[in-house]
Structure formats: structure tokens, C-alpha cells
């Protein structure tokens, strides 16, 4: 769908996901205004967005379960498009915490929604994920929700708030499912950061279970440009899977980065890594059908490999300090972060 007018506020732009997005947006239309509306949890930085930040690129901190916060947003800076990237993420972290995932998950999302129903938008574009469909293995567009962990229950109750906003207030929603995502300036929580992390700092590297379970990878840069076509020309009350043919168990993700790094290349993977308890449930794979964005023209262009040493050569360069001292953490099997930390305040 043709944008009337360009003022672009995306909800957790100065995340991982959010940072590549407005990195890819500055690089190819200049002229749109960005509003990075984010309020810099644990997993977000402001660092990530720095760069990009001008006249066009302007970041108002703030929180989606807060609704005075962002319907002031949207209306000093007049935005007619919306993309809710902001979502605590972690499975492992939602196993101890998970009010903490409905809060914004759930309701971050509802009030996004309400804001919308009293003051319209012309597109709202929703992030969801590949796990609100569980570990089926046919998982096209309209496929039911089965998800089998409070993360992925708050992410597939997020999705249906926006499914019944539309129907009852005809909100202008598409949906957006990805695949796991990869790439420089994410938290070290996930299976690839935390990984190289982990290696970089002589460490082993923490492994659920038998590491067997498959997942499939996505750079960020790719799902920008996915995120990119479906906003430009995506088709309302649509649901876009965004999924590569990059599949791996968790534990060749792990051998493949230890190839990747010419200093451990030599040594034996079990040397390198420790094998933990499982989470109570751990999905075996996840399958997404992605003909539907396919047909736009999209398709992932970046290769794992590629992908994989561009992720390291950042964390090379970057990891000793740009998150502080929750990496300490985050880098454990099963993260459990001090509240201090967890809810700290970054400017």
C-alpha cells in the first residue's frame, strides 16, 4: 500500500531488531520521519540507534503500557504509521517471570491498540513470532496457535487483541511472523550472541538439554527488507511469515560459529561447550511457510555464513561493554537478572 505521508513511529527502535530496521529506513528513504519510541530495558540501548539519530531520526523514551506516554507521541509528531517491535523475548526469562511477558507482551500491545482506536493510524504493522505456532510442522498463514511457553502464549494473545481491534474497530493491521533473528547489537541472552560471547570470553558455552532442537535463522538486514516491502506493499489483515531455509540444531549453531573462529578452530566442541538441564518444554523445530511474502519478491539474501561472521567480527569489536554489568548474567544458562538490572534506567 502507498504511504500517504512518511511519520513512522516504531515501538522498541532502539532494540536489536528496531535498530537494523531504522538503519535500513535512514539508508533508503531519507526524507521519512522516525520516531524511536522505546524505554530502554535491559535489552535495549540507546547506543544501538545513535548513529542514525538527525532532525529525521528522533527518539522519545517511553514505555507502550503507558498510555498518556505514547498517545502524546502520536500526536506531537503526527504519525500515520505505527510498527510495534517492543516485546520481551526470551523464553527462558518467561519461565520465571511471565506477568512480566503479559505486561508487555499483552497489555503493551492493547494500549497501542487503544491508542489507535481513538486516534487512527493508516497502517499498524505487528511483529509477532514463528512460536505462536508451536512445533508443528505445516505452519502456513492461518495455521492455529499453539504455543507451548508464557512467552509465546503472550506473543499469540498479542496477536489476537490485534486480530479482534481490527474486526471491531477496523484497525489497519498486518501481521509480521519471523523466524529466529540474528545479527550485531543483539542481547546476548539468545543462542548466537551468547555463544560467541561466551567463547570470546573463554568460557563454555551453556547447551539446554541434548542441543538437538532445530531452529531457523534470519539475519536482521533481511528482515528489514521484509519488514520494509510489507509496509510499502503488503496488504491489510494480511499475515506475513518471514522464515529462511537456514535450519540447524542448537548445537551446530554452536559448532558451526567454533569453525568460524579461527582461534578455537582446532579445539573439540566438547571442550567448549556444557550441556544443562532442558527448559520444561522445548520446542523441537519450528516450520514456517513464507510464500506469501515470497510472492512479493522477497527473499533472504544473506547467507548464514556470511551472516555468522559479520555477527562476530561486532562482537568482537563491541561486546566488552556495551551492555555493562547484566552480560554477566545473561551469559548464564538460564538468566536471572537483579531487578536493579532488569529495570534499570539508562538516561
Known amino acids: 500500500m502507498p504511504l500517504n505521508k512518511s511519520n513512522i513511529l516504531i515501538a522498541g527502535g532502539a532494540g536489536f ?6 538503519e535500513h529506513i535512514v539508508a533508503r528513504y531519507p526524507s521519512y520521519v522516525i520516531i524511536c519510541f522505546d524505554c530502554l530495558s535491559y535489552c535495549s540501548q540507546l547506543k544501538n540507534i545513535e548513529p542514525y539519530l538527525s532532525d529525521n531520526v528522533i527518539f522519545v523514551k517511553g514505555d507502550i503500557t503507558n498510555k498518556i506516554a505514547l ?8 504519525i500515520n504509521v505505527v510498527i510495534n517491535l517492543a516485546a520481551n523475548t526470551h523464553v527462558d526469562l518467561s519461565l520465571e517471570i511471565p506477568f512480566d511477558f503479559t505486561n508487555v507482551n499483552v497489555i503493551g500491545t492493547q494500549v497501542i491498540l487503544e491508542c489507535l ?4 493510524v493508516d497502517l499498524y504493522l505487528h511483529m509477532s513470532t514463528d512460536e505462536v505456532y508451536g512445533d508443528s510442522y505445516c505452519n502456513t498463514s492461518n495455521a492455529p496457535l499453539e504455543p507451548t511457553n508464557p512467552y509465546s502464549a503472550s506473543k499469540a494473545a498479542a496477536d ?4 479482534a481491534y481490527m474486526k471491531s474497530f477496523n484497525l489497519p ?8 533473528v540474528y545479527g550485531p547489537r543483539q542481547f546476548p541472552e539468545k543462542l548466537i550472541p551468547k555463544t560467541i560471547m561466551s567463547l570470546l570470553r573463554g568460557s563454555k558455552v551453556p547447551l539446554h538439554g541434548s542441543g538437538l532442537n532445530q531452529r531457523r535463522y534470519i539475519h536482521c538486514t533481511d528482515l528489514a527488507t521484509a519488514i520494509d516491502l510489507i509496509l510499502h506493499n503488503g496488504q491489510i489483515a494480511s499475515v506475513y511469515n518471514i522464515g529462511s531455509e537456514t535450519e540447524l540444531s542448537n548445537i551446530d549453531v554452536c559448532r558451526t560459529i567454533i569453525k568460524a573462529m579461527p582461534s578455537l578452530s ?5 571442550d567448549l561447550i556444557e550441556f544443562t538441564k532442558d527448559r520444561p518444554y522445548n520446542d523441537s523445530r519450528y516450520f514456517m511457510n513464507s510464500s506469501l511474502i515470497e510472492s512479493l ?3 533472504p539474501h544473506v547467507s548464514f555464513e556470511s551472516g555468522l561472521a559479520d555477527t562476530i567480527a561486532w562482537y568482537e569489536a ?24 532488569l529495570h534499570q534506567n539508562k538516561i
Open 17 to 22: 531488531i528496531g535498530s537494523a530496521l531504522i
Open 173 to 180: 493491521a498486518i501481521f509480521m511472523r519471523t523466524n529466529n
Open 318 to 341: 563491541n561486546s566488552s561493554d556495551w551492555w555493562g554489568p547484566i552480560t554477566e548474567y545473561a551469559l548464564q544458562a538460564f538468566p536471572r537478572y537483579p531487578s536493579s538490572l
Open 266 to 270: 582446532e579445539q573439540k566442541l566438547e
Open 297 to 299: 519478491g522477497w527473499k
Open 117 to 120: 482506536r481513538e486516534r487512527s
Open 71 to 78: 498517545k502524546s507521541a502520536l500526536v506531537n509528531y503526527d
Open 160 to 163: 489476537m487483541f490485534v486480530h
